[in-house]
């Protein structure tokens, strides 16, 4: 099998200047033909509106079935940083997340919940997935509040 050469995992890596610079990586799935979910949760992502250019917040969860790859954690944590030095609406945003995945690792199923948090006294989410749950593998709710402001 031929060695993979990932560039930033174990080494000192900037933060992209915006997504589009940024390098999502994989590495083999040892466990490719076996279904299983993967999930990220990503509690404080942050990116900016693109009109004030003030910061905007997000609980972001992406599951996903692998298929012959798996993400490199570090990279998608090096690509969803760099959301923070650009701007974007927040369907958009969590899309665009979703595209880049897939193209990156091709799995076999994904599913990104971006739960953002107030804009203007309105907290908008945004729900994408490739099509149907795979049948033979358990996916957990992701089971983040709705925005309820001080309780």
Not at 60 to 75: A, C, N, R, T
């Amino acid at each position: 099998m031929k060695k993979q050469t990932l560039t930033q995992l174990g080494k000192q890596a900037k933060l992209p200047a915006s997504p589009d610079k940024a390098l999502i990586e994989k590495v083999k799935n040892p466990h490719a033909g076996t279904n299983y979910c993967v999930r990220f949760s990503c509690p404080e992502f942050t990116s900016l509106c693109p009109i004030t250019g003030q910061p905007d917040f997000a609980h972001l969860v992406i599951d996903y079935v692998p298929g012959d790859f798996l993400v490199e954690s570090k990279s998608l944590k090096l690509f969803l940083g760099s959301f923070r030095n650009v701007g974007s609406f927040h369907e958009d945003c969590t899309i665009a997340i979703a595209l880049r995945l897939i193209k990156a690792v091709k799995p076999q199923w994904l599913r990104i919940g971006g739960y953002w948090y107030p804009r203007g006294g309105i907290p908008i989410d945004v729900f994408y997935q490739t099509g149907e749950e795979p049948a033979d593998v358990w996916i957990p709710p992701q089971e983040v509040p709705g925005y309820h402001g001080r309780g």
